[in-house]
Nanobody
Framework: QVQLVESGGGLVQAGESLRLSCAAS????????MGWYRQAPGKQRELVAT???????TYADSVKGRFTISRDNAKNAVTLQMSSLKPEDTTVYYC??????????????WGQGTQVTVSS
């Protein structure tokens, strides 16, 4: 099993920055993708940003140029640096780790979620 522990959420004003961190522990394969998703009440969980174990990144259009994802493979950790935050970024953010077994079975693991609130 894999456990993900998040930290770094909080309350900021519009235009300010915030950094989210997530550390994974447990049985982690060398090839995996870590990322951040967010989910507002009554809405589907949406991708914010992901980064593979070789450093390939993807971003939601809404955060491109404002958010930066990075990872430390040695620590199985991922960080989301959020800048120029907007009120519409307010929601719960979830850390994710996706990995595939040698049999080809994909597994997704989730953190407990951390609240980000951006006031106008």
């Amino acid at each position: 099993q894999v456990q993900l522990v998040e930290s770094g959420g909080g309350l900021v004003q519009a235009g300010e920055s915030l950094r989210l961190s997530c550390a994974a522990s447990g049985i982690i394969f060398s090839i995996n993708t870590m990322g951040w998703y967010r989910q507002a009440p009554g809405k589907q969980r949406e991708l914010v940003a992901t980064i593979s174990s070789v450093g390939s990144t993807t971003y939601a259009d809404s955060v491109k140029g404002r958010f930066t994802i990075s990872r430390d493979n040695a620590k199985n950790a991922v960080t989301l640096q959020m800048s120029s935050l907007k009120p519409e970024d307010t929601t719960v953010y979830y850390c994710n780790l996706h990995q595939t077994s040698w049999r080809g079975t994909g597994y997704d693991y989730w953190g407990q979620g951390t609240q980000v609130t951006v006031s106008s």
